[in-house]
């Protein structure tokens, strides 16, 4: 069974720039969550959808945003980069009403 | 209230050692304890988990341990080997929150052959 595909895997980015990742959930699982993970910060949760909705949201700004499809395919969005935003975004996902979520490889962005 | 607290942040042990991660939670509407276990260049992988109706759980060389009263779990690894060396972090989440996982900051565990 495919597991959660994260694209793409690596991305270099300058700063001011915006940038697109993108999720493919488990077939199935109809709730995708986002994660940044850096050295200094830990894993941080971004939002999580289901169902095309946005249900909850972590303490990022405006600028990190997302999105989800009616196949359940996720896609976060951060717009006017900047040199923090450096880090491995992972997505999850899991079936509605299971805690068990699965995680992606992830996606490196390095904002230069 | 949100946080959990993850000790120690590095540990190194002897192949067949059983080393022992510690975490603290302030939150009692948390009803979900995970553990995941996380390799160089992937995400983390689910190991296994705990509700806090129950006080241990084992999966294989796995054990969670789990006090209510006073908010702490462990994850015992028994009979530890060199292909354990991970990093491993603890969560908790909440009934109606969305599927929120809080993590701990995370250990850092070298298994010595």
């Known amino acids: 069974k495919a597991g959660v595909t994260q694209t793409p895997r690596y991305l270099i980015k300058t700063r001011g720039q915006q940038v697109t990742l993108s999720c493919s959930p488990i077939?199935?699982?109809?709730?995708v969550s986002w994660y940044q993970q850096t050295p200094g910060q830990g894993l941080q949760f971004l939002f999580e959808?289901?169902?095309?909705?946005?249900?909850n949201k972590g303490n990022f700004p405006g600028r990190f945003s997302g999105r989800q499809f009616s196949n359940s395919r996720s896609e976060m969005n951060v717009s006017t980069l900047e040199l923090g935003d450096s880090a491995l975004y992972l997505c999850?996902?899991?079936?509605?009403?299971?805690?068990?979520?699965?995680f992606g490889s992830g996606t490196r962005l390095t904002v230069v | 209230q949100q946080q959990v607290k993850q000790s120690p942040q590095s540990l190194i042990v002897q192949k067949g050692g059983i080393p022992i991660i510690n975490c603290a939670y302030e939150?009692?509407?948390?009803?979900?304890f995970p553990w995941y276990q996380q390799f160089p260049g992937k995400g983390p992988a689910l190991l296994i988990a705990?509700?806090?109706?129950?006080s241990e759980k084992k999966e294989g060389r796995f054990t969670i341990s789990f006090n209510k009263s006073a908010k702490q779990f462990s994850l015992h690894i028994m009979d530890s080997q060199p292909g354990d060396s991970a990093t491993y972090f603890c969560?908790?989440?909440?009934?109606?929150?969305?599927?929120?996982?809080?993590f701990g900051a995370g250990t850092i565990l070298r298994v010595k052959s």
């Open positions: 999850a996902s899991t079936r509605e009403g299971d805690y068990g979520y699965t």
């Open positions: 077939s199935g699982h109809r709730s």
């Open positions: 959808y289901f169902s095309e909705t946005q249900r």
């Open positions: 939150n009692t509407a948390f009803d979900y």
């Open positions: 705990i509700r806090p109706d129950v």
């Open positions: 969560a908790a989440s909440m009934r109606g929150y969305g599927n929120k996982l809080v």
